[in-house]
């Protein structure tokens, strides 16, 4: 049973325009959520995460905003660039005590066309 | 800034051959997890480790074992390798300070 999902495999998006990247998830103990994004054979490249008690985080051109009550965030990439093309991440942590798990999500290959 | 290292980058083994896989995590850092890609799969958590012991395990085999070192370095070990087996293998760090856990580059192994 996935606990993190992204229902989207691929998204196409018009230079300049928002890119919107979505993830939905199962636990509600999750205490942060994180994005990654990937380029093929290197490793995932972190993004920007928020906690599970903030509903949204902003750093430059990416902003995720989580529902909790809908157990779902998203990722926000205004403008986007050609540049950001790659696959997008989704992962949560859960932490308890000295136990931590960090699960991902499936991925969205996010293009971006000029 | 030093990032997360994970050596060999490439490895090829043949079936029921060991091999092992090192991850030296940021300096400071006190956590390490270890994920297995396969093609076109996302990646699996395998197992992590807190303060050089165990704090939780995924999806892990029995012909794989890990363990953390007093230096905070962490080797994964798989023996009795499988074709299956074949996939890229991922290191991140973090410290319990910092949720955010940065990846290395990545073992690919190629099982033949």
């Known amino acids: 049973d996935q606990q993190v999902k992204q229902n989207s495999p691929s998204l196409s998006v018009q230079e300049g325009r928002i890119s919107i990247l979505n993830c939905d998830y199962t636990n509600s103990m999750f205490d942060y959520f994180l994005w990654y994004k990937k380029y093929p054979a290197e490793g995932p490249t972190f993004l920007i995460s928020i906690s599970s008690i903030k509903d949204k985080n902003e750093d430059g051109r990416f902003t995720v905003f989580l529902n909790k009550s809908a157990k779902h965030l998203s990722l926000h990439i205004v403008p986007s660039q050609p540049g950001d093309s790659a696959v997008y991440f989704c992962a949560a942590l859960f932490s308890s005590g000295s136990a931590r798990q960090l699960t991902f999500g499936s991925g969205t290959q996010l293009t971006v066309l000029p | 800034a030093a990032g997360v290292i994970q050596s060999p980058r490439h490895l090829i083994k043949e079936k029921r051959e060991t091999a092992t896989l090192k991850c030296y995590p940021i300096p400071r850092h006190d956590t390490v997890y270890w994920y297995q890609q396969g093609p076109g799969q996302d990646p699996q958590f395998l197992i992590s480790?807190?303060?050089?012991?165990?704090?939780d395990k995924g999806s892990i085999p029995d012909r794989f074992s890990a363990q953390q070192f007093s230096d905070y370095h962490s080797e994964l070990n798989m023996s009795s390798l499988e074709l299956g087996d074949s996939a890229l293998y991922f290191c991140?760090?973090?410290?319990?300070?910092?949720?955010?856990?940065?990846f290395g580059q990545g073992t690919r192994l190629t099982v033949v």
């Open positions: 991140a760090s973090s410290s319990l300070s910092n949720t955010e856990a940065f």
């Open positions: 480790f807190y303060e050089k012991m165990q704090s």
